[in-house]
Each structure stands twice: as structure tokens, then as C-alpha cells.
């Protein structure tokens, strides 16, 4: 560090899944990114993979809110072999407990889904992820898990979404679920961002892995709000001599709006937002436009698009052609070639 200044003690340790904590490193221990650390717990050790480590754990600890002088629990030491064996095989036993402890709740007809069981890195205890619509009387449920796993029971509630963020899974668009690799904080997600954006109110596209509207679809949302700032409402009507017009759709990327009037709604009139801007100031000091062709013919001229073939493979049969004469040639040449070899000898 420059000046002499000492290294920052705190350290960003992750856990099954993407739970991440922060934890102090006491001991002066050298750590580096991908470290098996025993951290501090409620009760016994549990075990670890340092994430972070230096100043970039004070920046982490900024941006999710907590005070980096606040108390923090520490890093014992670096997990021994004996440490990770332990910590594996507790791993390895969450598969099988998760799946019998799913079959106890059934049989005492709660209405929750374990989604989850992590294990404490010591296996003294055990921490079951639920999710529910209602709140749930599982008493009976931790009686009889204990009585048969032999461990101490945790139940800790989440929401559908960070059930789909400790699950993980790849979303519709190819990619890795945000919410379990980068995404730290939910903000609440609602029909009117769709609505903004002018996309197909579907719930099954809409809608991702965890059953709520995407996250993604906040992320463009604060650019549609600008650029629908200066740009006219869908409710906008237009009166002219030929009769009301009302406005049947409109894209904000180009700047235009489509326009039908009341008793034609099939035939619809392409206009600029300064031309919809126009006819409105005119229409609030009470004066009426002859027509909205007046302003459609002049927006936009019919473009010849001609279509080049770079490649030059314009013929969908150009491997039909006979290929004979071409063989016969090749096969003239190559005698000739030998003859001549022939004679040079």
C-alpha cells in the first residue's frame, strides 16, 4: 500500500449458491480470491470461498450499505483437509435430507415448498429455504426433522425471486439468470414498464423462472420515459374537416405516429410527432386541418430497395448443373501430362 497505509481487514466470503457475507480478517492471515476459509457462525465454524479481498471489500461494502467499521465476525484460519472433508460430505448429504424433508411436510399438509437446504460448514446445523403464499405453523415440521436428521434446524423464508437467485438457471435470452450472478438488489417490477416499452401483454413472456414479471424489463425503462417526454400521448386525438382521428400506434425510436380516423379505422395515416404537435396547437385555439393526408403524403417516400448478392451464389440449382465435361477435361489433362512425362523419359 502507498505511504505506508495498512491493507483493509475485511473480506467478502461467498457461501452455497450466491450468499455472501462480510467477515474481518483478525489473524493478519494472507488470503487471496478462492481461498477455503473457516469463518465465524452463530454456533461452531462454518466454511467458505473468499470472493474479495482489500479495498475493493470497503467499495462492496459501500454499495450494499454497511458501515465498514461495523463489528463484524472473523476468519479463524484457513480450512484444513479434515475441514473441507467435513464441509463435502455435509454437501453432498443436502440432496437427499432436502428431498425427505419435502415428503414431512407433505404428509403434515403444509402449504410450502422447500426449495433449499444448506448446511453449516461444521454439520451441526442446517438451514431450510421455504417459500409460501401464507405464513405456515411448521413446529411440528422442525419436531420431526430433527428427531430424524439429528442436526439443529433453521427455517428462513424467501420470496420467489431469490428463490429463482439461489437456484439459478439460464432465462429466455440465452443468458445466465442476472439475479444469480450480478443483480444484488429486486425492485419492484409492474405491467406499466411493458406498457411503456409497447410490448405484448403475455404473462408466459413476461413473466420468468421464478413466476414474476422479468427484472430486465427496468433495465431500458428510464430511456423510454425520456424519450417519451417530447413525444404525444396514445390517447391524442385529432380533429380535422374530414372527420376525428385517433392514434392506432406509434413508435418512439422513429418518431412517428399511425393515425385512422372514427369511421375508417382500417386506413391509417403516418405522421411525425412535430406534425401530431402542429395539428394539436392548432385544434386548442379551435381551428380544424383539412386532412390528415395532407401531412401523410409529404412524410415519407417509397425507397427502391435493390438487393446486391456479394457473394455471388444468386442460383438456388447451381449444383444441379452436369459436371461431366468438366471431369472429361481434367481427366484429358492428365493423360496429356503423363504422355508427355513419358516421352521427356
Not at 19 to 36: A, H, M, P, Q, W
Not at 71 to 84: S, V, W
Not at 107 to 123: N, W, Y
Amino acid at each position: 500500500m502507498p505511504a505506508g497505509a495498512e491493507v483493509f481487514d475485511g473480506v467478502e466470503v461467498r457461501f452455497k449458491n450466491s450468499r455472501k457475507e462480510f467477515f474481518r480478517n483478525t489473524e493478519g492471515l494472507t488470503l487471496s480470491i478462492g481461498d477455503v476459509v473457516a469463518t465465524q457462525a452463530r454456533s461452531g465454524h462454518d466454511v467458505g470461498i473468499v470472493t474479495l479481498t482489500g479495498e475493493l471489500v470497503r467499495v462492496q461494502m459501500k454499495k450494499k450499505k454497511v458501515n465498514p467499521g461495523a463489528d463484524l465476525p472473523k476468519i479463524y484460519r484457513k480450512a484444513t483437509q479434515r475441514d473441507i472433508d467435513k464441509w463435502q460430505k455435509c454437501r453432498n448429504k443436502e440432496e437427499e435430507i432436502k428431498k425427505r424433508s419435502r415428503e414431512m411436510a407433505i404428509i403434515l399438509r403444509l402449504q410450502m415448498k422447500i426449495s433449499d437446504v444448506e448446511f453449516q460448514g461444521d454439520g451441526s446445523k442446517a438451514t431450510f429455504y421455504y417459500t409460501a403464499e401464507d405464513r405456515v405453523d411448521f413446529r411440528q415440521l422442525i419436531k420431526d426433522m430433527a428427531k430424524a436428521f439429528g442436526i439443529r434446524i433453521e427455517m428462513r423464508q424467501i420470496g420467489y425471486r431469490q428463490e429463482a437467485q439461489r437456484l439459478g438457471g439460464i432465462g429466455s435470452c440465452g443468458r445466465e439468470l442476472c439475479c444469480s450472478t450480478w443483480l444484488t438488489d429486486f425492485r419492484s417490477v409492474s405491467t406499466a414498464a411493458a406498457r411503456y416499452q409497447q410490448l405484448s401483454l403475455n404473462p408466459q413472456k413476461l413473466a420468468g423462472q421464478c413466476g414474476k414479471l422479468k427484472c430486465c424489463l427496468n433495465y431500458e425503462l428510464d430511456t423510454y420515459l425520456d424519450a417519451l417526454k417530447d413525444f404525444p400521448p396514445t390517447d391524442t386525438k385529432l380533429y380535422t374537416e374530414k372527420g376525428t382521428a385517433f392514434c392506432q400506434k406509434s413508435d418512439i425510436f422513429k418518431g412517428i405516429l399511425w393515425f385512422s380516423y372514427k369511421d375508417d379505422p382500417g386506413n391509417w395515416h403516418v405522421l411525425t410527432k412535430e406534425q401530431v404537435h402542429e395539428i394539436r396547437e392548432k385544434n386548442r385555439q379551435k381551428k380544424k386541418v383539412r386532412s390528415l393526408e395532407e401531412y401523410a403524403s409529404n412524410n415519407f417516400d417509397r425507397e427502391n430497395v435493390t438487393f446486391e448478392n456479394p457473394v455471388g451464389q444468386d442460383s438456388l440449382t447451381r449444383f444441379d448443373r452436369p459436371r461431366g465435361k468438366r471431369r472429361g477435361k481434367k481427366r484429358k489433362k492428365r493423360r496429356n501430362q503423363k504422355q508427355g512425362k513419358a516421352r521427356n523419359a
